[in-house]
């Protein structure tokens, strides 16, 4: 395969990892440059939360997206989008730990039982963990079944980093509680009886679409 059919047969797969690394590109050069404000370390900690909750949700819209339209590639990026949720989440953790509380873990201590943003906040993280680590096809053959239990954990983390963000924000949450409901929206699709009248109606979709490509002579034999 040439590097030209190569690039055409993953160009979703590609475009998927330009989108997610863009951001930390832009941060890093944000960085380098000076451009973060007057108060880098929240700058960072801001940005990467932003990041983390975007990707994950687009992670979660995967499965939404191929119910409704059958496109199979938004299933393949699920994986991919998630990890990278996860690299963000991680990023906003060590720049909250390492940078803003230079790993002081009495203080880190006395934050996370003083805010309830910051318990919603680990709480979610400790969820993701095992949730990357266990992402590999060579977890999914070990933990058979129980794998797809366990990933189903995602929905609760989800909930946990939409309640981190309300109570970060405090004041205006009109943005937060935005995504929230595009969170909720995303969970209902997958709701059985939900999730069976997309199937079905798209099911009836290429039917349609089909009979009106078949040629006459075919129709009528």
Same mark, same amino acid.
């Given at each position: 395969?040439? /590097? ?6 993953? *160009? ?8 997610? !690394? ?9 960085? *380098?440059? +000076? ?14 939360g ?10 979660? /819209?995967a499965?939404? =997206?191929?119910?409704?339209? +059958? ?10 989008? +998630?990890l ?14 390492? !940078?803003?509380y230079g &790993?002081? *873990? ?9 805010? @309830? ?6 709480? /979610? ?6 949730? $990357?680590?266990?992402?590999?096809? +060579? &977890? ?5 079944k129980? &794998?797809? @239990? *366990? ?15 309300? &109570? =970060?924000q405090?004041?205006?949450? @009109? ?17 059985? $009886?939900?999730? @069976? ?13 089909r009979?009106?490509?078949?040629? =006459? ?5």
């Open positions: 395969m040439n /590097a030209k059919s190569f690039f055409q047969n993953n *160009l979703f797969r590609i475009s998927v990892h330009l989108f997610s !690394l863009l951001p930390l590109a832009i941060l890093l050069w944000n960085g *380098l440059q +000076g451009n973060l404000g007057g108060d880098p370390v929240q700058a960072i900690i801001a940005q990467t932003r990041v983390a909750m975007i990707i994950l949700l687009l992670s979660l /819209a499965t939404p =997206v191929y119910i409704i339209t +059958g496109f199979k590639g938004a299933r393949k990026a699920r994986k991919a989008l +998630g990278y949720a996860f690299l963000y989440v991680s990023l906003h953790v060590f720049a909250y730990a390492g !940078l803003d &790993w002081d *873990l009495y203080l880190i201590g006395l934050d996370i039982l003083d805010r @309830r943003a910051a318990q919603a906040g680990l709480a /979610a993280f400790l969820i993701f963990v095992p949730l $990357a680590v266990t992402s590999t096809k +060579g &977890w999914q053959r070990r933990l058979k129980n &794998w797809v @239990r *366990l990933h189903k954990f995602v929905y609760a983390a989800g909930v946990l980093v939409m309640l981190h963000y309300i &109570w =970060v405090k004041a205006d949450i @009109r943005e937060p509680l935005a995504w929230t409901f595009l969170l909720a929206l995303l969970l209902a699709v997958r709701i059985p $009886a939900i999730r @069976r009248w997309f199937t079905d109606h798209r099911s009836r979709r290429q039917a349609a679409k009979a009106r490509t078949m040629p =006459v002579e075919t129709i009528g034999a």
